[in-house]
């Protein structure tokens, strides 16, 4: 039963990102415009779709497609799975539900988790997102998710999967509290009113707001990920000493609201993501609970 529920984890979380990678790398796009303060490749999202679009053609709003997949069934089924089964543990036998606190600290403790794993699928998304934007000769070339996390230890050691790691982990933690635990928290409160009921409808609103939120709260914490995590090391220097140094510069040359640059794509992405998972995951439940646990 436990081997089925992973499953059903992770191809829950595997639709999803199909639909939602190129929102992913337009918003990484736009996160490093006009990094240092330099001047900014992109005016919009609008903008950066439409140049990505022209130079690299429709299947380049695709690169990095296999680390986001990998992305997933690694970070997406470790967190899911963790949270699922502490939210499980915290249902009291008469059904009554965890406190909004006891789920904000699974969704804390899933995401920590679920980040730790998921980092080197991390790393090699955000590169792979990112090189198009080179000139050829800077660019890594990565050929897919496998030979970037090969050529990443043999050229920068193991270590270097693991670059960012911290705010990796942090990010996760305020995505993971505000998604896992606003989403459980906006479903059981819809469900008590006599307005819902436990269908793709409520699904839909619930996992909605649960978007907004975290889009909202996690954006700092995601810019300084992706700029951490694509920086380079020049003559033995890294460009960033960590990732309050990336929010510290950014707010110094960029401005404070440069802490949310790239939100249109980002809440785009994460917005209906966030939909498309809680909807598959539901619907994966239903099917699981009725073919396996009955």
């Excluded at 984890?9 to 990094?35: T, Y």
Aim: with cysteine.
């Amino acid at each position: 039963i436990l081997v089925m529920l992973v499953f059903v984890l992770f191809v829950c979380s595997m639709s999803a990102i199909v639909f939602v990678q190129p929102l992913d790398l337009v918003k990484n796009r736009m996160q490093l415009s006009g990094e240092g303060g330099a001047g900014r490749e992109h005016k919009t999202s609008l903008h950066a779709l439409v140049k990505i679009t022209r130079n690299e053609g429709i299947l380049g709003l695709y690169n990095g497609l296999s680390a986001g997949l990998f992305r997933q069934a690694t970070y997406g089924t470790v967190r899911m799975g963790i949270y699922q089964s502490l939210y499980d543990h915290s249902t009291s036998e008469d059904g009554t539900h965890p406190s909004a606190a006891k789920k904000f600290l699974a969704g804390v403790f899933a995401g920590a988790c679920g980040a730790l794993v998921g980092t080197p699928a991390e790393v090699s998304l955000i590169r792979m997102t990112a090189d198009g934007r080179l000139p050829p000769e800077k660019q890594r070339g990565y050929k897919n998710v496998f030979n970037a996390l090969v050529r990443i230890t043999g050229e920068e050691g193991v270590g270097a999967l693991w670059r960012g790691c911290g705010p990796t982990v942090v990010r996760a933690m305020v995505v993971n509290g505000a998604e896992l635990g606003t989403y459980s928290q906006a479903k059981q409160f819809l469900l008590e009113t006599a307005y819902f009921q436990d269908n793709i409808t409520c699904h839909f609103v619930a996992s909605t707001l649960s978007g907004f939120v975290t889009a909202v709260v996690s954006m700092p914490a995601d810019i300084a990920k992706t700029r951490v995590q694509n920086m380079r090391t020049i003559n033995g220097v890294p460009e960033y000493s960590g990732a309050i140094d990336v929010l510290r510069t950014a707010i110094r040359k960029e401005g404070f609201f440069s802490l949310w640059k790239g939100f249109t794509p980002y809440l785009a992405r994460i917005g209906p993501y966030t939909v498309l998972f809680f909807i598959f995951l539901e619907q994966y439940k239903i099917l699981y609970y009725k073919n396996f646990c009955q």
